[in-house]
């Protein structure tokens, strides 16, 4: 496993969340969650991992 992985992944949560900071307390989750969601992707494509993202969300509502 590469040693920078736990850290790569780290900024894909960070990534995340200030994405998604602008919309805290507008009352848009749909918005938020898609900011997050493109957040992720644009640091996975920095990357180098092979695999498949998982959330827990599950089928609770519309996520993206």
Do not use: C, W
Not at 1 to 18: C, F, G, H, Q, Y
Not at 32 to 45: I, R, W
């Amino acid at each position: 496993m590469d040693k920078s992985l736990p850290l790569n992944l780290v900024r894909v949560t960070e990534a995340a969340a200030i994405k998604s900071f602008y919309y805290l307390g507008q009352g848009d989750k749909i918005a938020a969650d898609q900011a997050a969601v493109d957040g992720m992707h644009l640091m996975f494509q920095d990357i180098n991992v092979n695999g498949k993202v998982v959330i827990g969300e599950g089928e609770m509502d519309e996520a993206p």
